[in-house]
T-cell receptor, first 109, second 112 residues
Framework: SQTIHQWPATLVQPVGSPLSLECTVEGTSNPNLYWYRQAAGRGLQLLFYSVGIGQISSEVPQNLSASRPQDRQFILSSKKLLLSDSGFYLC????????FGPGTRLTVT | RKEVEQDPGPFNVPEGATVAFNCTYSNSASQSFFWYRQDCRKEPKLLMSVYSSGNEDGRFTAQLNRASQYISLLIRDSKLSDSATYLCVTQGRGTSYGKLTFGQGTILTVHP
């Protein structure tokens, strides 16, 4: 995870508040980037992936969105958080294999 | 039915034991296979890729049976530091964007 940076590490937000999680990566240009979520007691679920600047694909419908304003920057956002958005959010980068950042633990209260 | 199924465990073994984890996948188009380990409240870390011929990395051996859609991980001479959740992961053919499908994980605890 040393080449993938995520912040904040932990976050507690009230229901209905906005969200912005940031991921930046080092290394080769134009990497494939991913956002996953791991809810308590559940497996990892792919939320979004991006194959380039401005190119975002969503895997599951939800109140979250993603953006990729720069080659090595990937942002996860929400306008209004739900309780069900609580979880461990992981950014990942793909070379041949996928590597994960340290994650952001989000608790929606 | 889940795409990737694992026995959640927990497996509790003494140091020095040999332990094996199994995993089955339902998507016959799956192309690549991996084992990740995840420590408590940490990100998953790649343990090893799994190749059709089977492969070994130190105390860890991975096997793939495409006909049965079955993947295994064998850990020999278990160490306390092997305690973690082990995730079985597949990647589909043609998913150039690299979508991974994760199993729920198998919990391993190695005790003195």
């Amino acid at each position: 995870s040393q080449t993938i940076h995520q912040w904040p590490a932990t976050l507690v937000q009230p229901v209905g508040s906005p969200l912005s999680l940031e991921c930046t990566v080092e290394g080769t240009s134009n990497p494939n980037l991913y956002w996953y979520r791991q809810a308590a007691g559940r497996g990892l679920q792919l939320l979004f992936y991006s194959v380039g600047i401005g190119q975002i694909s969503s895997e599951v419908p939800q109140n979250l969105s993603a953006s990729r304003p720069q080659d090595r920057q990937f942002i996860l956002s929400s306008k209004k958080l739900l309780l069900s958005d609580s979880g461990f959010y992981l950014c990942a980068k793909k070379d041949y294999e996928q590597y994960f950042g340290p994650g952001t633990r989000l608790t929606v209260t | 039915r889940k795409e990737v199924e694992q026995d959640p465990g927990p497996f509790n073994v003494p140091e020095g034991a040999t332990v094996a984890f199994n995993c089955t996948y339902s998507n016959s188009a799956s192309q690549s296979f991996f084992w990740y380990r995840q420590d408590c409240r940490k990100e998953p870390k790649l343990l090893m890729s799994v190749y059709s011929s089977g492969n070994e990395d130190g105390r860890f051996t991975a096997q793939l049976n495409r006909a049965s859609q079955y993947i295994s991980l064998l850990i020999r001479d278990s160490k306390l530091s092997d305690s973690a959740t082990y995730l079985c992961v597949t990647q589909g053919r043609g998913t150039s964007y690299g979508k991974l499908t994760f199993g729920q994980g198998t919990i391993l605890t190695v005790h003195p």
